[in-house]
C-alpha cells in the first residue's frame, strides 16, 4: 500500500469521522450518487454513509458515497411536469420578435432569434 493510500485509509472513520477510502479501495456496496443514478437509484434521504479521498489537482478531494441497499428507485417526472418542461424548452426557442420558433436557443445576451438580431 502506497502512502498516498494508507493516509486515506480510515475504514473505522477515526480519523476523518466517516469510512474513508482510497481511490477506487471502496468495499462493494458503496456507491455515489453518479454510480446510483447510472443504476435507476436515487440516494433517498440517507445520510453520507462513507467518502472516498484522493490526492487531485488543488489539494485533496473528496466523493461521497451512500450505501445501495438503501438508495430508493429515482422519480420520474409525471406527465404535466413533462408539459411543463416542453414548454419552457419551446419558449427559449420562440423569438419574442417575430414570433417564430427556431431550431435553436436563442441567446438570452440577444433576446431574439439571430435574423431578428441581424436588423
Known sequence: MSRIRAAFHDPDGARYGLPTFWWRGAPDG???????????????????????????????????????????????????????????????RTCITCGTTCSYYIPRSLGECLTCADL
Do not use: C, E, F, N
Request: hydrophobic fraction near 40%.
Open 30 to 92: 458503496y456507491a455515489t450518487t453518479r454510480q446510483l443514478r447510472a443504476r435507476g437509484l436515487r440516494p433517498g434521504g440517507q445520510p453520507v454513509a462513507a467518502q472516498v479521498m484522493w490526492a487531485g489537482i488543488g489539494g485533496t478531494r473528496v466523493a461521497y458515497l451512500y450505501r445501495i441497499d438503501l438508495a430508493r428507485p429515482k422519480r420520474t417526472a409525471t406527465p404535466a411536469q413533462r408539459r411543463a418542461i416542453r414548454a419552457a424548452l419551446r419558449a427559449r
